[in-house]
Every structure is written in structure tokens, then in C-alpha cells.
């Protein structure tokens, strides 16, 4: 004869497998980290100042709300969207030479030339301009939310269905 499994369920006693430990659900994947709104409130500093000019170093940049500084070339400073065109995440990290989507792994070069797919196209620039100390932004609020990210069937979907 099989042993037969019993448990306490409830203070009762109950004949059978005993029931599951329940199982914690699955951690959700963080999203990708969005960087924070554009403000700069030093004192005289214009309105419309996204960064100080000392801030963005010479082959490099800065990420400021929905704007990527860069300064490829000293004193030269580019403007350029941070939503990727591959699948529209935020870029997020400027490093090696690059602005790096964490999502599928594109860089773009500073002026915001493709350097690595999967992403095919530049980034959209952004109206900067230099006013004394500061990179100011032209048309568009630097501050304004940044779109959520497209799903991964707009990789094979034309635009406009499906939500892509
Ligand atoms: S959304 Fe940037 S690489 Fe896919």
C-alpha cells in the first residue's frame, strides 16, 4: 500500500500532496531608467538654460530631461532627442564616445549619427544654442514627458498599426 500524504490545512487534516508553498511573483524587470527633467535655477541663469556650458565636456555630454547635450568638438554644442529610433526608449548613458540606448543596445555618435544598431536612423535633433555660460534650448520644452517606449512587434509592423 502507497503512503498516503496528509497535511493541516486550516486546522484541519487533509489526505493528499500537500498544497504548494505559494510562489512570490516574478520580480517585474525594472524599465529603463528615464532621466530627470531638464531645470536649471541657478541664479542668472536664462530661462531657458538646460546646462552650463563647463557641464558638457568636449567629447561627450549631458542627458537633461528629454535632451542630449553634446559637445563633440570644443565649443561646438549638438542637440538631440533622447527617445532612440529604434523602439523610442529614453537613451541614457553617454560613454566611450556614444549615447547608448540601455534598451537593445544602439549608439549613436555625439552629432547623433547611428554608430550601432539595431536602430537605423539618427537621432532627431533639438534647437540648443550658447548663451554666455549656458546651452539654452530653442523650440520644444526640454522638460516635457518622454513618450513611452514602442512594443517589439513595431519592429515588423508598419507605422500607425498596432500602435506603433
Ligand atoms: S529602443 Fe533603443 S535600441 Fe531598441
Known amino acids: 500500500m502507497a503512503a498516503r500524504q496528509v497535511s493541516v490545512r486550516d486546522g484541519q487534516l487533509i489526505a493528499g500532496p500537500a498544497p504548494?508553498?505559494?510562489?512570490?511573483p516574478a520580480a517585474e524587470e525594472a524599465p529603463p531608467a528615464v532621466p530627470a527633467p531638464a531645470?536649471?535655477?541657478?541664479?542668472?541663469?536664462?530661462d531657458n538654460a538646460?546646462?552650463?556650458?563647463?557641464?558638457?565636456?568636449?567629447?561627450?555630454?549631458?542627458?537633461?530631461?528629454?535632451?542630449v547635450v553634446t559637445q563633440p568638438n570644443a565649443g561646438s554644442f549638438v542637440g538631440l532627442s533622447v527617445?532612440?529610433?529604434?523602439?523610442?526608449?529614453?537613451?541614457?548613458?553617454i560613454?566611450?564616445?556614444?549615447?547608448?540606448?540601455?534598451?537593445?543596445?544602439?549608439?549613436?555618435?555625439?552629432?547623433?549619427?547611428?554608430?550601432?544598431?539595431?536602430?537605423?536612423?539618427?537621432l532627431d535633433?533639438?534647437?540648443?544654442s550658447v548663451q554666455g555660460d549656458w546651452v539654452v534650448s530653442g523650440a520644444g520644452d526640454p522638460s516635457?514627458?518622454?513618450?513611452?517606449p514602442k512594443p517589439w512587434w513595431c519592429e515588423i509592423i508598419p507605422p500607425g498599426c498596432l500602435g506603433c
Open 95 to 122: 560613454s566611450g564616445g556614444t549615447i547608448n540606448c540601455p534598451c537593445h543596445g544602439s549608439k549613436f555618435n555625439l552629432d547623433g549619427s547611428v554608430a550601432a544598431g539595431p536602430a537605423t536612423r539618427s
Open 50 to 67: 538646460i546646462a552650463r556650458t563647463s557641464d558638457v565636456p568636449v567629447g561627450g555630454g549631458v542627458i537633461v530631461g528629454n535632451t
Open 83 to 93: 527617445v532612440c529610433t529604434h523602439l523610442g526608449c529614453a537613451v541614457n548613458d
Open 144 to 148: 516635457a514627458p518622454i513618450p513611452p
Open 20 to 24: 504548494a508553498p505559494p510562489v512570490a
Open 125 to 128: 535633433g533639438r534647437e540648443v
Open 39 to 46: 531645470t536649471v535655477t541657478e541664479p542668472g541663469a536664462p
